[in-house]
């Protein structure tokens, strides 16, 4: 193959784990993929960042010099992995890390795609989410477009299942798409807070307790969920705090758990059309209690993982930015006004040649 048809794609989700890596040939196959997780001190940085929206100017610029780090050595593992070097590699794809995100107004990606160039020698695209909030689009969620690419012309629903959960459903050749709320942002928080675990293994502490139906009632009311799309929210919305304002303080840690479950799948499937096949990815797949969950409560459809159409669970959407890198070098848009309501088609993001 020619140099120069490979493409990069980066990302780290709303659950702020680490960095996805992937590397696509031209022809959008997945060649290889690499995660590179947070240090602890990282990791517990961002989330005080995100929860708390407090920072100083010389903290949130470490901060990003320190996450352009990592999503740079993830490039450069890939290209090891791959035996490619920096001149195969077209564009690198990076969505960098959100700390701030309302829709329609601002999105605040860091991790600095000027910085992932200049340590990679490589030209790269980021800042994908303001050119569609810059249309008065939510900004989020984008990789509706390459679900639908990966449907490649069939019917079906994809369900991310990240920190925060988004669906896309394309029908018809007609594609929308939205967050539908929580999926693991508050199980992470939430047992990282009561048993000091960064997540609950295979959901088995959720499946210890009961569901608290006056909880889930007055959680599921909030206004988010009734709110028609096009929508999008991330952890500045659901946090602790917002948990903290629904509890009374006498449930027990697993039930509230065992709730948490029950909302993500609630929101979730308050969405899924009757009979479509769907398709799951994202970290939310490793938790079985939840994929139980998901199933049992959607039984007249066909519950699979995107595994199925050729792109591992965990590598969905740093697959879909190196897609985006492709559009943008190519000068093609890469949104879809009917999923962020912008008010047209825009190409996304910041390139940064090298």
Request: glycine share 8%; charged share 20%; aromatic share 8%.
């Amino acid at each position: 193959m020619k140099k120069n048809n490979y493409y990069i794609g980066l990302v780290s989700g709303t659950s702020m784990d680490g960095v996805d890596g992937v590397v696509l040939d031209n022809h959008q196959k997945i060649i290889t993929t690499a995660y590179a997780p947070y240090p602890k001190a990282l990791k517990t940085r961002l989330q005080r960042l995100v929860q708390s929206g407090q920072s100083t100017l010389a903290n949130l610029a470490q901060t990003d010099i320190d996450v352009a780090q990592i999503f740079a050595k993830t490039a450069i593992q890939l290209l090891k992995q791959s035996a490619l070097s920096k001149n195969d590699v077209r564009a690198i794809g990076s969505h960098g890390q959100t700390i701030y995100h309302q829709g329609r107004a601002y999105s605040m990606q860091i991790g600095h795609g000027a910085l992932i160039a200049g340590h990679t020698r490589i030209t790269t695209v980021s800042d994908f989410r303001m050119q569609d909030v810059a249309a008065l689009g939510q900004g989020a969620p984008l990789t509706p477009i390459y679900h639908q690419y990966m449907l490649n012309g069939k019917d079906g629903v994809i369900v991310n299942l990240g920190g925060i959960a988004n669906i896309t459903i394309v029908r018809n050749n007609q594609v929308f798409g939205f967050d539908t709320g929580p999926a693991n942002t508050l199980l992470d928080a939430w047992i990282k807070q009561n048993k000091y675990l960064d997540y609950d293994r295979d959901g088995m502490w959720a499946r210890s307790g009961i569901i608290n139906k006056a909880l889930l009632k007055t959680m599921l009311d909030d206004k988010y969920f009734q709110q028609q799309y096009p929508k999008s929210t991330g952890q500045e919305y659901f946090n602790l705090d917002w948990l903290s304002k629904h509890l009374k303080g006498t449930e027990a840690p697993e039930d509230v758990q065992r709730t948490l479950i029950e909302l993500t799948v609630m929101s979730i499937s308050a969405s899924i059309p009757t009979g479509a096949t769907v398709y799951l990815c994202g970290g939310g797949v490793h938790n079985l209690f939840l994929r139980e969950r998901l199933s049992y409560q959607n039984f007249d459809n066909e519950i699979t993982t995107t595994d199925d159409l050729g792109v591992p669970i965990d590598y969905v959407e740093a697959a879909a930015f190196a897609y985006f890198a492709k559009q943008t070098i190519a000068g093609k848009p890469s949104n879809l006004p009917s999923v962020t309501g912008a008010k047209h088609k825009t190409i996304l993001g910041a390139v940064h040649a090298i």
